[in-house]
């Protein structure tokens, strides 16, 4: 027997059913020294009970044998269990005691009388019939464990590891969505401009849909929204917002008008949005260096003011003094006259004023300018017009029977097929001669570019006439879908800009190959020159 008595050793033995580290009195030296040996009192206090006054020593055998009959019987009962239940009652008494360790583990245990090595609460766990014989085997029952506590929580982990997103998982971009590419435009699509809204618009549309029906850019189909701004600049920034605040657009593609770029350029740089291929020549969107996201397709005003008066000077005999300007009284006219007044000085040797009139914007309201004209005492031989196209014809209408030999020049933010039609409406005189430089190949040309674009025009948008404003556009967005072609499926606008800063000798077709880099943002710089009949039809002329 393990727990025998000294003689002099009047205590009961120490059937504890365990102790808080989990080691067991059966597995303990058999003899130990006074100070080690747990007296009534501890034993008491650790589970729970009142002390009583120990028996008196005559009973201390009897008391004995009555535990060690217990155990046998106990024991007994275990051993018939053990073979007698059905197995699964057994595997399921065994999960249960498993679950209960994993429970006692974590529970909050008795003090300790001394600070023993930490052990796995396994490692000192009795088995076999002793356990089954022993108290401290089976748990509380006054505190059931839960069974959210038996089992572990796998709804909540795979939860958790749904919602946290994979490393690799690109945030979404702006406009862009799996099947979509979507883009904007702020436009006149009211007002006296409302033709070259129409026209800028027919232009992207077509290039959309030619691209659309052949897949798309990388899978995703391409969206043009549009905004009116009446080509007013106080109605700019509200059709800036409707395009990127609502619709949500991806960028902006051949916005119209000098004076609504003051406006346009530099939300689209605040919000770091592409502004590409806006029509206008004006210098606030030709910095140098460039700003990043703003991208032009055609030559500045100040280049198509440049040919316009060396054409006059050197191939139409004038002299510099001879030229006036007519302007619009906004960015748009002031850009058309710091180019002609540049060109005028470098032929002048840097002397000399340029005679400049001017009128409203959104008008067609010339007289102030007219009589500017007659007051004028060296004689003016030709005028450039700097106007939108309804203001530059009722110019030529009223100064034409003033000035039969006048030359009347336009650059090609006029809007040059609006310009033809309405002076062929005036009569054969007024069409006759007159000059417009432009940014594309000539419409009626057979450039192998022009052709495609009239093709797709007939099939598209049948009954639209080919136009220079829409033939402009057409190029202008074919560019852009380059561009996001060499993007690649996870275009962003980062990724954009750095597609179109790396296109070099892209052949668009108009004779001029296309090139960006980081310090050139303007795809072309070449400037066509066409000339009126009476008909109404333009014809190529040489500005060289």
Not at 42 to 67: D, K
Not at 394 to 409: G, Q
Not at 428 to 436: E, L, S, T
Not at 475 to 499: C, F, H, K, M, Y
């Amino acid at each position: 027997m393990r727990h025998l008595r000294a003689p002099n050793d009047d205590r009961d033995p120490p059937f504890s059913p365990g102790y808080e580290d989990g080691r067991h009195p059966m597995y303990e030296p058999p003899w130990r020294d006074e100070h080690e040996r747990p007296t009534p009192a501890e034993f008491a206090s650790r589970f729970g009970v009142q002390q009583v006054p120990p028996p008196p020593r005559e009973r201390n055998v009897v008391g004995l044998l009555s535990i060690l009959g217990l155990v046998a019987v106990a024991a007994g009962v275990a051993g018939f269990a053990a073979t007698k239940l059905p197995a699964r009652w057994t595997a399921a008494l065994s999960a249960n005691s498993t679950a209960d360790v994993a429970a006692a583990a974590v529970a909050p245990s008795w003090p300790a009388r001394a600070a023993p090595s930490a052990a796995p609460v396994q490692d000192n766990l009795p088995t076999g019939a002793l356990a089954s014989a022993l108290p401290a085997a089976t748990p509380d029952q006054s505190t059931p464990l839960r069974e959210e506590d038996r089992t572990p929580r796998f709804d909540t982990r795979m939860a958790n590891a749904a919602a946290a997103p994979p490393a690799n998982t690109r945030p979404p971009v702006q406009g862009v969505t799996d099947t979509e590419i979507s883009f904007g435009m702020a436009a006149p699509f009211s007002g006296p401009a409302r033709e070259m809204g129409h026209q800028l618009k027919l232009g992207i549309d077509l290039a959309f849909a030619q691209a659309n029906e052949e897949g798309g850019v990388n899978g995703r189909q391409l969206k043009l929204y549009t905004a009116d701004d009446a080509y007013e600049p106080a109605r700019t920034l509200t059709a800036m917002k409707e395009l990127y605040e609502q619709h949500k657009v991806f960028g902006f593609v051949e916005n119209y008008g000098s004076p609504t770029a003051l406006i346009s350029v530099p939300y689209a740089l605040e919000h770091h949005a592409l502004y590409f291929g806006a029509f206008t020549g004006a210098p606030s969107l030709r910095r140098d260096p460039p700003d990043r996201y703003v991208f032009n397709y055609r030559a500045g005003y100040a280049e198509e003011a440049h040919a316009l008066v060396h054409y006059l000077v050197k191939s139409r005999k004038l002299r510099p003094q001879e030229i006036g300007v007519l302007t619009q009284q906004d960015a748009y006219g002031d850009a058309g006259w710091d180019g002609v007044s540049k060109a005028m000085h470098t032929l002048r040797g840097g002397t000399g004023e340029v005679f400049r009139m001017s009128y409203n914007r959104n008008t067609v309201n010339v007289d102030d300018a007219i009589a500017q004209l007659r007051r004028q005492k060296h004689g003016i031989k030709a005028v450039v017009l700097v106007a939108t196209f309804r203001a530059a014809a009722k110019f030529i209408e009223k100064t034409r029977d003033l000035y039969p030999d006048m030359i009347y020049a336009t650059i090609s933010g006029v809007g040059s097929t609006g310009l033809a039609s309405e002076l062929t409406v005036l009569g054969p005189k007024y069409a006759d001669g007159v000059i417009c430089t432009q940014v594309t190949p000539a419409v009626e040309g057979y450039a192998s570019v022009t052709l495609n674009y009239k093709k797709a025009l007939a099939k598209y948008f049948p009954g639209e006439p080919a136009d220079y404003s829409s033939l402009e556009a057409y190029l202008t967005a074919n560019i852009l879908i380059e561009g996001l072609r060499r993007a690649g499926p996870a275009v962003d606008t980062e990724s954009l800009v750095d597609a179109l800063e790396a296109m070099q000798n892209y052949e668009l077709g108009v004779g001029s190959k296309v090139s960006f880099g980081p310090s050139d943002h303007q795809a072309l710089h070449k400037v066509w020159g066409t000339q009126l009949d009476k008909t109404g039809q333009y014809h190529a002329i040489d500005l060289e």
